[in-house]
């Protein structure tokens, strides 16, 4: 009798361990998460949005990249449309918004498209075998005007430029000055902003400004409408080193696709109707890889102006 109740105690325990160890692992069940979860994935998108600045008249440049449009659509095996922009801030806005997939962002563009919205850099412009350039100052040929000092020196003066956010048009001209010593822009000069870089050279030209701030050499672009356009407009100085233009990525592109679209412009260096199409847009001659530090430059000018610019 002893054993037998011995034996119904030790059978009793074990069952309330096993039930106990049953409850346990239920209940592990429902309160952990499931281990075999999907990772979230990032959605192909079904077409691409290629954002564009006019560096010459808008219709020109939409007709223009109509190739780019069409071997891109093919090499990545989705819809590319281009979109030209009235201005940087649209642009850097439509990338920040999903609406602007690729952007053809300039040095200041893509450092603040890169704050505010995350942008990633992955392509840069090579011109003349350079990846960087300089800013010009330039004055009709027979302006009183001689030396960038002058410019300093003399108040009033109307000064013409592309964009508030234009590197070379206004951003580092316009720090260049602010080294030599004015300290509000704004009492001392009158500016227009007119849209184009060659815009800013025919406002010289007509007599609308007494100076414009444009990329080196902007002349050049104006040279089948005005064949004496290098006599006519005469430059008086530069700033120091830009890093070129970039090719900039929305923030949320699959990897896949940014690497995609990295590689596909990298091959136009091989593909003489793609870079006479990118030398007529944007006056590229190739293209190179790019990060972001090599922007370092540009963020320091940009520090002079975020707040301004940020409003």
Same mark, same amino acid.
């Given at each position: 009798?002893?054993?037998?109740?011995?034996?119904?105690?030790?059978?009793?325990?074990?069952?309330?361990?096993?039930?106990?160890?049953?409850?346990?692992?239920?209940?592990?069940?429902?309160?952990?998460?499931?281990?075999?979860?999907?990772?979230?994935?990032?959605?192909?998108?079904? =077409? +691409?949005?290629?954002?564009?600045?006019?560096?010459? #008249? @808008?219709?020109?440049?939409? &007709?223009? !990249?109509?190739?780019? /449009?069409? =071997? +891109?659509?093919?090499?990545?095996?989705?819809?590319? #449309? @281009?979109?030209?922009?009235? &201005?940087? !801030?649209?642009?850097? /806005?439509?990338?920040?918004?999903?609406?602007?997939?690729?952007?053809?962002?300039?040095?200041?563009?893509?450092?603040?498209?890169?704050?505010?919205?995350?942008?990633?850099?992955?392509?840069?412009?090579?011109?003349?075998?350079?990846?960087?350039?300089?800013?010009?100052?330039?004055?009709?040929?027979?302006?009183?005007?001689?030396?960038?000092?002058?410019?300093?020196?003399?108040?009033?003066?109307?000064?013409?430029?592309?964009?508030?956010?234009?590197?070379?048009?206004?951003?580092?001209?316009?720090?260049?000055?602010?080294?030599?010593?004015?300290?509000?822009?704004?009492?001392?000069?009158?500016?227009?902003?007119?849209?184009?870089?060659?815009?800013?050279?025919?406002?010289?030209?007509?007599?609308?400004?007494?100076?414009?701030?444009?990329?080196?050499?902007?002349?050049?672009?104006?040279?089948?409408?005005?064949?004496?356009?290098?006599?006519?407009?005469?430059?008086?100085?530069?700033?120091?080193?830009?890093?070129?233009?970039?090719?900039?990525?929305?923030?949320?592109?699959?990897?896949?696709?940014?690497?995609?679209?990295?590689?596909?412009?990298?091959?136009?260096?091989?593909?003489?109707?793609?870079?006479?199409?990118?030398?007529?847009?944007?006056?590229?001659?190739?293209?190179?890889?790019?990060?972001?530090?090599?922007?370092?430059?540009?963020?320091?000018?940009?520090?002079?102006?975020?707040?301004?610019?940020?409003?």
């Amino acid at each position: 009798m002893i054993l037998k109740k011995y034996l119904l105690l030790v059978l009793t325990a074990m069952l309330m361990l096993a039930l106990a160890a049953c409850g346990s692992s239920e209940t592990s069940k429902e309160e952990s998460p499931a281990t075999d979860a999907k990772e979230e994935t990032v959605e192909m998108p079904t =077409k +691409l949005t290629m954002g564009f600045i006019p560096s010459q #008249e @808008a219709d020109k440049i939409a &007709d223009t !990249v109509k190739p780019l /449009e069409e =071997k +891109l659509s093919e090499i990545l095996g989705i819809p590319v #449309e @281009a979109q030209v922009m009235v &201005d940087f !801030v649209g642009l850097v /806005e439509g990338m920040r918004t999903g609406q602007i997939d690729i952007g053809f962002l300039n040095p200041f563009g893509f450092v603040q498209a890169e704050d505010r919205a995350g942008v990633e850099v992955i392509l840069k412009s090579v011109r003349n075998g350079s990846a960087s350039y300089n800013a010009q100052f330039a004055v009709a040929a027979d302006s009183d005007i001689h030396t960038i000092e002058d410019l300093v020196n003399n108040h009033g003066l109307v000064w013409a430029y592309a964009d508030t956010l234009s590197t070379s048009g206004f951003l580092f001209p316009a720090a260049h000055l602010m080294g030599l010593g004015i300290e509000n822009l704004d009492d001392h000069y009158t500016q227009i902003v007119v849209g184009g870089h060659d815009n800013a050279i025919l406002a010289v030209l007509d007599g609308t400004a007494d100076f414009a701030t444009t990329f080196n050499d902007a002349r050049t672009r104006l040279e089948g409408e005005y064949p004496t356009i290098m006599e006519d407009i005469r430059i008086i100085g530069y700033t120091d080193d830009i890093p070129n233009d970039t090719i900039s990525v929305r923030a949320g592109l699959p990897v896949e696709l940014k690497n995609a679209i990295r590689e596909a412009f990298l091959a136009f260096n091989d593909d003489e109707e793609m870079i006479t199409v990118m030398n007529e847009v944007y006056t590229w001659d190739a293209i190179a890889p790019a990060a972001s530090e090599d922007y370092d430059i540009v963020r320091e000018v940009f520090g002079l102006f975020k707040d301004q610019l940020s409003q």
